[in-house]
């Protein structure tokens, strides 16, 4: 089902390739536009808040502000356009695993996590992404997918409204704000939790500077993904490591 | 300029200051001449005789008193003096040809709101004795201009407020139509609480007569004007008469929608006209009134604003909202919004909530829509909390068990 993925293991620092220098700056570029846009959106949101005038006196005045939302928000928009369409290349020409794409088997993962999390269960073995990952790649791309259309309307309401009922603006101005608010919850609760606050993470994780993941981390964390990159070592470990790790857990598997 | 007692005498009716003004000035300036000699008797002799300069003070002081005494004093003309000739039809030419009505009706300024405090040389300084010098005027005009700056003697304040106005900027330019005091409150004839009786909409009518037509027929300007009600705003409601602002100037627009907010936010009064008082709210929770929040806090002024109040409503010629004229009735609106939004097609104006909040039955989409994110937001936040909470302890429990097997 999935092609191969890339292996590029420097087996004498005993670590592995994650994420490639594009899939980094990617990442980047993402989150610079995210904060522009998060910082130029809430004030117009909130705009009675009392903090509000001081981020439009910071950024200069209200047309400035306006205008660099807009520009960020083109782009974000081609930003996903662009990825949505090299990623899917990547996938097509076989240079890329369908890793992050979502399974029925990913609601059992979610099930198995939480039981782990609660303690009544061993760690659920994941992939190459485990479920929280795929959670947030696929609601930031339809939460994407929904930012920028609502967006664009609210850009040309003249335009959209030669086509549409002259309530989607409103619904459109409704749907963008709320769904910049959840965005900004999921990746100050989820993503920065996951990403700096864990406690394997903290301060950062720092996969995402330099592309690389230690080989204990991604037994721990991505077992199945260790087993396929390193079969030979997977089976002896396996012999003497898997029981170990089984008792160390309140529950065998 | 009046001097002090005319301060004095404003309190006293006219003819009991006629009476008593002699008398007061005779023992003010006899206490005065005494005071001054009982100074020189006490100051030691020898001070006085060594220093020329001591003898001088003294002797200019005395001088003073006795001369200047009965100069302050003998000014006293009083009101019955100016009325005995200006109740007479006398007429006065001026320069340009024209002349002015000299006759006072006693009547008038005696009713009036000065009438029983002032002299009639509060105001006429140039006025000693009687029978005083022939006046000479230009016109009318300079007659008035000249007579102006009496007012500002006694009400400072308010002048200092009409210095910022722009009425006070064309007068200060030489522009001679700009209103003088009289020229709203009146001149013999003020009212007492002259300042909203003088300030009705035929006074400024007499300049600015177009937006007084406009306002004669608009929702206000029946009000007003054919119903007499009080609560309705006039001229001056919208245009502080003081400090009016020039209305076209950015200032005075960005300002626009907290000055409707001051009758159209209060909840009884337009529960007695049976309005909503939620306009306001609605509008800044809308994108133009977002915007116009947000405006007004940035450091300058922006060079243009979006819409406020009276972009859509009009300006002198609001209408009800229901009226067929109006601006905002439906079947207009899209021309209002094409004001602004040029190629606004006929679908356009629905996107405007028309300072409903949604409901049901008024914009339903987005009514569910804000009722979807307010479960589905929370719901998934409160999920997410609760796995994050869950995993933090497990794996710090993991890490510790890790520790221990490690030791």
């Known amino acids: 089902m999935m092609p191969p993925e890339e292996k590029d293991v420097r087996e004498e620092e005993g670590s592995v390739l994650r994420f490639t220098r594009r899939q980094r700056l990617e990442h980047h570029i993402m989150a610079a536009l995210f904060i522009l846009l998060t910082v130029t959106g809430l004030p117009q949101k909130f705009s009675d808040a009392f903090w509000a005038g001081s981020v439009v006196r910071l950024i200069g005045d209200l047309d400035l502000m306006r205008w660099l939302h807009r520009m960020a928000g083109f782009a974000f928009g081609g930003f996903t356009v662009y990825f949505l369409v090299f990623a899917s290349l990547d996938v097509l020409r076989g240079r890329a695993a369908l890793s992050m794409a979502p399974f029925l088997s990913d609601l059992r993962e979610v099930y198995r996590g939480l039981l782990w999390a609660a303690g009544l269960g061993p760690r659920p073995a994941a992939g190459r992404f485990d479920y929280r990952e795929k959670l947030e790649f696929w609601g930031m791309l339809l939460g994407s997918g929904v930012m920028i259309l609502t967006g664009l309307i609210l850009y040309f309401p003249i335009q959209a409204t030669r086509w549409l009922p002259g309530q989607v603006i409103p619904v459109a101005k409704t749907a963008h704000s709320y769904e910049a608010m959840l965005a900004l919850m999921v990746i100050v609760v989820w993503h920065l939790y996951n990403a700096m606050f864990r406690p394997g993470v903290f301060p950062l994780d720092t996969t995402i500077i330099h592309g690389r993941m230690s080989l204990g981390r991604l037994r721990e964390e991505h077992p199945l993904e260790f087993e396929r990159l390193f079969p030979e070592k997977a089976a002896e470990e396996g012999e003497e490591e898997r029981p170990a790790r089984g008792a160390s857990d309140p529950s065998p598997a | ?407």
């Open chain 2, 1 to 407: 300029m009046p001097g002090p007692a005319d301060r004095i005498f404003r309190r006293i009716p006219p003819l009991a200051a006629l009476l008593i003004s002699p008398v007061l000035g005779t023992v003010f300036v006899l206490g005065f001449i005494f005071l001054t000699l009982a100074a020189m008797a006490i100051i030691p002799v020898k001070l006085i005789r060594r220093g020329r300069g001591g003898r001088a003070a003294g002797l200019f002081l005395a001088g003073a008193v006795l001369l200047g005494g009965p100069a302050a004093w003998g000014q006293a003309v009083s009101n019955e003096m100016c009325i005995n000739c200006h109740k007479l039809p006398l007429q006065m030419k001026l320069k340009d040809g024209s002349s002015v009505s000299l006759q006072i009706p006693a009547a008038d300024f005696g009713k009036s709101a000065h009438g029983s405090l002032l002299l009639c040389t509060a105001c006429h300084t140039d006025i000693k004795k009687v029978p005083h010098d022939k006046l000479e005027f230009e016109d009318r005009r300079a007659l008035s201009l000249h007579y102006s700056r009496a007012c500002t003697s006694c009400h400072g304040g308010k002048f200092k407020e009409f210095q910022e106005g722009i009425h006070w900027r064309l007068l200060s330019a030489g522009d001679r139509r700009a209103p003088l005091c009289a020229d709203c409150h009146g001149a013999h004839a003020i009212t007492k609480g002259g300042v909203a009786k003088g300030f009705t909409p035929q006074a400024c009518a007499k300049c600015h007569e177009k937006p007084y037509r406009q306002y004669e027929t608009s929702v206000h300007g029946r009000g007003l004007i054919q119903n007499g009600a009080k609560d309705v705003p006039g001229c001056s409601t919208c245009h502080p008469s003081h400090t009016g602002q020039d209305p076209r100037k950015m200032e005075f627009r960005i300002n626009i929608p907290q000055l409707c907010a001051d009758c159209h936010q209060n909840k009884p009064l337009m529960e007695k006209y049976g309005l909503s008082s939620q306009v306001v709210s609605t509008y800044l929770e809308d994108f133009h009134g977002a915007s116009i929040s947000l405006y007004r806090e940035q450091r300058n002024l922006p060079p243009r604003l979006t819409a406020v109040c009276t972009d859509c409503h009009g300006i002198h010629d609001i209408l009800r909202v229901k009226d067929p004229d109006s601006k905002v009735v439906r079947e207009n609106l899209m021309r209002t919004c094409q004001k602004c939004h040029p190629d606004a097609s006929l679908n356009f104006p629905a996107s405007w909530l028309s300072h409903y909040p949604p409901s049901t039955t008024r914009y339903p989409l987005v009514f569910f829509l804000r009722l979807f994110y307010f479960i589905f937001v929370p719901a998934i936040i409160a999920c997410m909390l609760f796995h994050v909470g869950l995993d933090f302890a497990a794996e710090l429990r993991a890490r510790r068990r890790s520790r221990k097997e490690r030791a």
